[in-house]
C-alpha cells in the first residue's frame, strides 16, 4: 500500500501532470479572451472562468504544485526557492478561495443628495412582492450563459424560460379584445417613427391603443417634445385663426375655432382669456392659457370627460414641439411664423425635414389596429468598447392562470391573481450596508480645451451609528470603511437635470493578506530559486555564434545536462 | 576604431544641427505679405498652442496633423509648421498657393466619393463631400475595415476644415494668470499686429504679436514647450536608429566588439535622455502607449543585454540586445500607422506614477528579456538551418536562452503580481480575467510549462530552443494582440490601427521559419559523434 501512495503523490507532484496541466490552463485562458473579447466580461465568466471545469482545473493545479513540494520534503538546502515559490503559489490559491467564497463585490449607485446603503451583487434574482399582505419571496436565477428553463413555481406562479441575454424584438399581434360595437371605433393607431440627423439616429414607437403599454404617446428628447395625437386632430393645425386656439370634438372628430363658431374669446380681469360654449345641451367654460377642459358652468369642478377640447397652440410655439398623427406631423416654424402641417407620401423612404438641427422623421410603420409590444428573445451578447451592445436584457417567461407573460431587469410585470396583486422584478441580489451614504458632490475635470475626463471624484457623507463624516473617494484613492472598500468606479449624467450620479464598487476580501503574501513569496522565491540554482559549471562554445564573437571565458570541463 | 567614432560623432553633429539651422536661415528670410509663405516660417514652431487637451508647440502639433492629414510630416514643399501656418492664414483669406490633397486609401471609400478610380482629391473636395460620408458612416452598422475608413476621412475632412477656417490654431489670451486660448482668426487683429514695435527683433510685425502672446504665456505657465521644441527638433528616434545599427554593424560585420559596446553605451545614453525629456514634457513614466512600451522594451532589453553580458562574460548577449534595440526603433521610426508617437493625456485610471512606473515598466522588461531569449532562439535555429551548429554549442546558447527566459519569467510574474495590486488597490479586485491579465498569465504559465520541461530534461535541448522561439508568439499576442486583436478590456487604451495586420505577418514569419527548420532539428546528432 506504501508504494501505491508514494505512486500516486509522485504523478500528482509530478512535473509531466504539472505540464499537462499548465497547458491545458493557458489553452482554456486563451479561448476565454477571445470569447471575453466578442461576447462581453460577464459571458466569458458566465460560460467559462467561474464554471466548474476551470475551477477544477485550477483545483488540479493547486495538487499539483503541493504535491511537487510534498514529495520533495524533507527540505533540502538547494531546493529552498522551490519551496518558497511553491508555499507562495498554495498561500495566493487559498487567498484565492477566500475571497471566491467568503468576498463581497458589488457596486453602490449613488444618486445626488440621496441616501444609499444597498450593494447590488452579481446575482441575478426575481422578486415577488405581494404589498397587500407584506409578502416578498426572492429567488436566485441560474448563474447561466444560455437560456434555460427553470419550471419551479412559487406563490400559484410558475417560472419557465430564463434569458440570461436577450433583446427585445418589436412584434405586432392582433387584438385581444373584441371589437368595440360602437359604431366609431375607438382611435388605436401606432407608428413607427425615424428621428434623425447628420449626427444621431433615433427610431421611436409611438402607440395610442390601450393594450400598448410599453409604449408611449408623449417623449421628449432633450429640448424637443413629441405628442402622438389622433390623425384626425391634424385637421386642428390647419386653421389660421388668429385667437390660436382650436376646438376639438372628440365626438365626432371635428375641429373648428371659436371664429367659425362665432364665439367670442373674452378677458378676464387678470388678463387671461376665456370663452364659454354651448354643445347640444351642456355649456363649458375654458380657460385656455390653463387647461384644455372645460370647466362646469358654476366653474366647480374640471370637466375631464366632456367630449369637447380646448387647445391653444400658442403654448406651443416657444419651445420645439413635434406633433405627431400617425401619417401627418404638424410643427411651429418659428422663421416663417406658422404653423405647418406635412403629410407622409406613400413611398417607403420618405421623410419630412423639421427646423431644429437639421433633423428629419421618416415614417416606418403605421397600423392602425394591430398592438406593438416588444418580446424578449434570447441572444448571445456582443460587447463593443466595454459595453454590451446586444443581449443588455435579462427576461424571464412567467405561467399564470393559463397566461405567459415576461419580465425583464428593466420592466417589472404587476398582475393581479386570484384577487392578489402580485409585483414581478428581476434583479440583481441586494446587501444592505450597515451605514448609509449620500453623494454631497460630484465633481469631473477634463482635459484642457477637450470633452474627455481627467479626472472623477465623489465627495461622500457616510452616516454611521457614530455620527457623519466627509469622505473624498476618487480613482486611485478608496474608502475603507468596516471590511469594505469602496472605490470609484463610473459615473452618469442625468440627461434633464445635468447632475451627476456616480457608481462605487464596493469590495470586502478577507483573503488579501494571504494573497499578497503569497505573491512576495513567489517574486522573492523565484528570484532566490535562480540565484541557488546558478550553475557554477560553464560550458563554452566551439565556435561563435555569430563570427568574431569568441566568448571571453577560458574552457572549462564541458557538461552533458543543463542542469541535475 | 577612433577614426569610426570621429566619423560618427560628426555625422550626429551634422543631423543634429541641420535642422536647427535650417530652421534659423528661414526665420531671417525676408517676408513678403503679397504671397506665400507670407510671415509663415520655421520659427513659429516654437508657439505653444493647446491642442488635444495639452500645451504644446506649434511645431509638434503641426507635424501631427499634417501627418495626420497626409501621412507625412512635410508637403507641398513645406515643412510641417509652415504647411499648418499657410493652411490656417486661409482663414484670413490669404491663399495658400497649393491644394492639398488627399489620399483615398480604401476603394469603397473612393466608389462612395464617386470614381473607385481616383485615388487623390484635393481636400477641398473632400470637405464638400463630408456630407456624403457622415451619412455613410451614420447609415453603417457594421463596425468594420470600411467603417474606420469612412470615419477617418471624415474626420480628416473635419480637421482640415477646421485648421482652414482658422480655428484650430489657437493662441493664448492671458488675463493675468488665467489664459483663454482663442483661434488664430480672432488673434491676429489689425490693431495687435499695428502696434508692434518696428524696432524689436522680430523680423516681422505679424511675429511680434505672436511671439508677444507667447512671452506673456511664458511668464505665468512656464517654458515647457520650448524644451518640448528641442526634443521635437532633436529627432531622437532617427538618430537612435542610426547609432544602434552602427552598434550593430560594429559588432556582426567589422567585428569590433569594443566599438560596438562603446556605441551601446551611447544609444543606451540617449535613449535615457530621451526618456528624461519623455518624463518632463508628460509628467509621466513614459510607458503609456504602444509606441512607448515599444521604445521602453528595446531600451531595457539592451540595458539588460549589457549587464548580463558583462556578469556572464559573455558577448552574445550584446547582439541580442542590439539586434532587438534596432528592431524596436525600426518599428518606431516606420510604424507610426501602428505606434502614435504624439504624448497625449491619460485615462483617469492611469493617473498614477507610482504604478504605471512599477506595474507597467516591470512588464514592459519582461518582454525585452523573453525577447532576448526569441532572438537567440531564433539565430541558432538559422545557423543550424542555413549554417553549421555542433550540439554542444546549441546547449551552450540554449543556456543562454534560459538564462534570458528565467529573467522574463521572474519579471513577469513580478510585472503580474504588481498589475494585481494594482488592481486591487483602485479596482477593489485582485484578478478580473481582464484579457490583458489572462494573456500576461498565459505568457506566463507557457515559459514556466517549457522551463519545468527543460529543468527536467524532459524537453531536449533542440526542442527547447524551437519552443523558446515560438513562445515569443505568446507576448506578442499580449503585448499587441489584446489591443489590436481582442481591442476589449480595462488596458485597451494603446488602441490603434494597421496593428492586427502587423502582428498577423508576425506569426506567419515566425511558424513559417520553425516548419522549415523542422527537417534540420536534430541534425546535427551526426556532428555530435565528431565534436
Redesign the interface.
Known amino acids: 500500500m506504501a508504494l501505491n501512495y508514494q505512486k500516486i503523490e509522485r504523478t500528482l507532484g509530478g512535473?509531466?501532470l504539472?505540464?499537462i496541466l499548465?497547458?491545458l490552463?493557458?489553452l482554456m485562458?486563451?479561448i476565454?479572451?477571445?470569447v471575453?473579447?466578442y461576447y462581453g466580461?460577464e459571458f466569458?465568466?458566465r460560460v467559462l472562468?467561474k464554471r466548474f471545469p476551470f475551477m477544477f482545473l485550477q483545483f488540479g493545479m493547486f495538487v499539483s504544485i503541493f504535491f511537487a513540494a510534498f514529495v520533495r520534503l524533507p527540505p533540502k538546502k538547494r531546493l529552498y526557492g522551490f519551496y518558497t515559490i511553491h508555499s507562495g503559489l498554495i498561500m495566493i490559491a487559498c487567498g484565492?478561495f477566500i475571497?471566491w467564497y467568503a468576498g463581497i463585490?458589488g457596486n453602490v449607485l449613488l444618486h445626488p443628495n440621496e441616501p444609499a446603503r444597498m450593494v447590488y451583487l452579481d446575482q441575478d434574482v426575481f422578486k415577488l412582492n405581494f404589498p397587500d399582505e407584506g409578502l416578498a419571496v426572492e429567488k436566485r436565477l441560474p448563474y447561466r450563459a444560455f437560456s434555460t428553463t427553470i419550471d419551479a413555481s412559487y406563490e400559484g406562479l410558475t417560472l419557465k424560460q430564463y434569458f440570461p441575454y436577450a433583446d427585445l424584438q418589436l412584434v405586432w399581434e392582433s387584438s385581444n379584445r373584441a371589437p368595440s360595437e360602437v359604431a366609431l371605433p375607438s382611435i388605436q393607431h401606432s407608428t413607427q417613427y425615424m428621428l434623425?440627423n447628420?449626427?444621431v439616429?433615433e427610431e421611436m414607437l409611438m402607440s395610442l391603443h390601450p393594450e400598448a403599454i410599453q409604449f408611449e404617446s408623449s417623449l421628449s428628447m432633450g429640448p424637443l417634445s413629441l405628442h402622438y395625437l389622433p390623425g384626425p386632430l391634424v385637421e386642428c393645425f390647419n386653421h389660421t385663426n388668429e385667437s390660436k386656439l382650436i376646438i376639438w370634438n372628440s365626438f365626432s372628430r371635428t375641429c373648428t375655432t371659436p371664429e367659425e363658431l362665432g364665439i367670442q374669446v373674452q378677458q378676464t380681469s387678470s388678463g387671461n382669456r376665456f370663452l364659454v360654449m354651448k354643445d347640444k345641451e351642456s355649456v363649458y367654460s375654458f380657460f385656455p392659457e390653463h387647461s384644455p377642459y372645460p370647466l362646469s358652468a358654476d366653474f366647480n369642478s374640471v370637466l375631464r370627460e366632456a367630449p369637447v377640447r380646448l387647445f391653444n397652440r400658442a403654448l406651443f410655439e416657444t419651445e420645439p414641439h413635434l406633433f405627431l398623427f400617425g401619417k401627418s406631423v404638424a410643427y411651429f416654424d418659428r422663421e416663417q411664423e406658422k404653423w405647418i402641417t406635412s403629410t407622409y407620401d406613400e413611398s417607403v423612404s420618405s421623410h419630412i425635414s423639421l427646423p431644429w438641427m437639421g433633423l428629419k422623421i421618416a415614417l416606418i410603420r403605421h397600423e392602425e389596429s394591430l398592438v406593438p409590444k416588444r418580446r424578449p428573445i434570447a441572444v448571445l451578447p456582443i460587447?463593443?468598447?466595454?459595453e454590451l451592445i446586444q443581449g443588455r436584457e435579462r427576461a424571464l417567461e412567467i405561467q399564470a392562470q393559463d397566461q405567459s407573460f415576461w419580465v425583464t431587469n428593466n420592466e417589472p410585470l404587476s398582475l393581479m391573481i386570484n384577487g392578489r396583486r402580485v409585483e414581478i422584478y428581476l434583479t440583481k441580489e441586494t446587501l444592505t450596508l450597515p451605514f448609509e451614504f449620500v453623494l454631497t458632490e460630484f465633481k469631473m475635470d477634463?482635459?484642457?480645451?477637450?470633452a474627455?475626463?481627467?479626472?472623477?471624484e465623489s465627495f461622500v457623507k457616510l452616516f454611521t451609528s457614530e455620527g457623519a463624516h466627509n469622505h473624498h473617494i476618487f480613482?486611485?484613492n478608496?474608502l475603507k470603511h468596516e471590511g469594505f472598500?469602496?472605490?470609484q468606479?463610473s459615473y452618469s449624467q442625468n440627461p434633464n437635470t445635468g447632475l451627476y450620479s456616480s457608481t462605487l464598487?464596493?469590495?470586502v476580501?478577507q483573503g488579501?493578506f494571504l494573497?499578497?503574501l503569497g505573491?512576495l513569496f513567489?517574486?522573492l522565491g523565484?528570484?532566490w530559486h535562480?540565484q541557488i540554482t546558478k550553475?557554477n559549471k560553464r560550458?563554452?562554445?566551439?565556435?561563435?555564434?555569430?563570427?568574431?564573437?569568441?566568448?571571453?571565458?577560458t574552457d572549462e570541463k564541458?557538461t552533458s545536462?543543463?542542469?541535475s | 576604431m577612433k577614426s569610426s567614432l570621429s566619423l560618427f560623432s560628426l555625422s550626429l553633429f551634422v543631423f543634429l544641427f541641420s535642422s536647427l539651422g535650417a530652421s534659423k536661415a528661414l526665420a531671417q528670410a525676408d517676408f513678403d505679405m503679397s504671397k506665400p509663405p507670407y510671415f509663415c516660417s520655421q520659427e513659429l514652431g516654437k508657439l505653444p498652442v493647446?491642442?488635444?487637451?495639452?500645451?504644446k508647440p506649434i511645431e509638434v502639433h503641426a507635424r501631427e496633423v499634417v501627418k495626420y492629414l497626409t501621412g507625412k510630416t512635410s508637403a507641398e514643399g513645406y515643412s510641417a509648421t509652415v504647411l499648418y501656418c499657410l493652411l490656417s492664414l486661409e482663414g484670413l483669406d490669404l491663399s495658400a498657393g497649393f491644394k492639398l490633397n488627399h489620399k483615398i486609401e480604401h476603394v469603397k471609400v473612393r466608389e462612395l466619393l464617386g470614381d473607385k478610380e481616383v485615388s487623390i482629391i484635393p481636400y477641398d473636395d473632400l470637405v464638400a463631400k463630408a456630407?456624403v460620408l457622415?451619412?455613410e458612416r451614420?447609415r453603417l452598422t457594421v463596425?468594420d475595415g470600411y467603417k474606420k475608413a469612412v470615419t477617418k476621412a471624415l474626420n480628416q475632412a473635419m480637421l482640415y476644415q477646421e485648421i482652414k477656417i482658422g480655428q484650430n490654431w489657437?493662441l493664448p489670451l492671458m488675463n493675468g494668470p488665467d489664459v483663454a486660448?482663442i483661434p488664430l482668426t480672432s488673434f491676429l487683429t489689425e490693431e495687435r499686429v499695428l502696434k508692434q514695435n518696428p524696432n524689436t527683433s522680430a523680423p516681422n510685425p505679424f511675429h511680434g504679436a505672436l511671439f508677444e502672446a507667447k512671452s506673456l504665456y511664458e511668464q505665468f505657465h512656464g517654458t515647457k514647450h520650448n524644451i518640448e521644441f528641442i526634443f521635437a527638433s532633436i529627432g531622437f528616434p532617427s538618430v537612435g536608429l542610426i547609432i544602434c545599427l552602427l552598434a550593430l554593424a560594429a559588432?556582426?560585420l567589422f567585428?569590433r566588439?569594443t566599438l560596438a559596446l562603446v556605441l551601446s553605451a551611447l544609444t543606451v545614453l540617449l535613449q535615457t535622455v530621451y526618456f528624461v525629456f519623455r518624463i518632463y514634457i508628460s509628467e509621466r513614466a513614459p510607458v503609456t502607449n504602444m509606441y512607448e512600451t515599444v521604445v521602453f522594451s528595446g531600451y531595457s532589453a539592451l540595458i539588460l543585454a549589457m549587464f548580463l553580458g558583462h556578469f556572464k562574460?559573455?558577448?552574445?548577449y550584446l547582439?541580442m540586445g542590439l539586434g532587438y534595440n534596432v528592431m524596436c526603433l525600426m518599428m518606431t521610426n516606420f510604424a507610426h500607422g501602428m505606434l502614435s508617437p504624439g504624448i497625449s493625456?491619460l485615462v483617469?485610471?492611469l493617473?498614477?506614477n507610482f504604478?504605471l512606473s512599477t506595474h507597467v515598466t516591470v512588464v514592459i522588461m519582461s518582454y525585452g528579456a523573453y525577447a532576448l531569449s526569441w532572438i537567440?532562439a531564433n539565430?541558432?535555429l538559422f545557423?543550424k538551418r542555413f549554417g553549421t551548429?555542433?550540439s554542444?554549442?546549441e546547449?551552450?546558447?540554449?543556456?543562454i536562452i534560459?538564462t534570458c527566459i528565467?529573467w522574463g519569467?521572474?519579471l513577469i510574474?513580478?510585472g503580474i503580481?504588481l498589475g494585481?495590486?494594482w488592481a486591487?488597490?483602485?479596482?477593489?479586485?485582485?484578478?478580473?480575467?481582464?484579457?490583458k491579465e489572462?494573456?500576461s498569465?498565459?505568457v506566463f504559465?507557457?515559459y514556466?510549462?517549457i522551463l519545468?520541461?527543460?529543468?527536467?530534461?524532459?524537453i531536449p535541448?533542440h526542442r527547447f530552443v524551437v519552443f523558446s522561439a515560438a513562445a515569443f508568439m505568446s507576448v506578442m499576442m499580449c503585448w499587441f494582440g489584446?489591443n489590436y486583436?481582442?481591442?476589449?478590456?480595462?488596458h485597451?487604451y494603446g488602441f490603434s490601427e494597421g496593428g492586427a495586420l502587423f502582428l498577423g505577418s508576425f506569426f506567419l514569419i515566425q511558424t513559417v521559419f520553425i516548419i522549415m527548420t523542422i527537417p534540420f532539428m536534430k541534425s546535427d546528432s551526426s556532428k555530435t559523434q565528431t565534436?
Request: charged share 15%.
Open positions: 512535473l509531466k504539472a505540464v499548465i497547458l490552463f493557458s485562458m486563451t476565454g479572451t477571445f471575453e473579447s466580461t466569458a465568466n472562468y484565492s475571497t463585490d434623425y447628420e449626427n439616429s460587447q463593443k468598447n466595454n477634463t482635459d484642457p480645451g477637450t474627455n475626463p481627467a479626472s472623477f480613482m486611485n478608496p472598500t469602496f472605490y468606479a464598487s464596493a469590495n476580501d488579501r494573497k499578497y505573491s513567489l517574486v523565484s528570484a535562480y550553475k560550458l563554452t562554445p566551439s565556435s561563435p555564434l555569430i563570427a568574431g564573437l569568441q566568448s571571453s571565458v564541458p545536462g543543463v542542469q | 493647446q491642442q488635444g487637451g495639452r500645451v456630407e457622415r451619412i451614420q463596425d489657437t486660448w559588432l556582426t567585428k566588439f562574460k559573455e558577448k552574445v547582439y493625456p483617469p485610471v493617473r498614477d504604478w537567440l539565430t541558432v545557423k551548429l555542433t554542444r554549442d546547449l551552450y546558447y540554449s543556456d534560459y528565467k519569467s521572474v510574474a513580478a503580481i494585481g495590486v486591487d488597490y483602485s479596482w477593489g479586485r485582485f484578478w478580473g480575467w481582464d484579457p489572462t494573456w498569465l498565459i504559465c507557457l514556466i510549462a519545468h520541461g527543460r529543468y527536467t530534461n524532459w535541448t489584446v486583436i481582442l481591442a476589449s478590456g480595462l485597451s565534436a
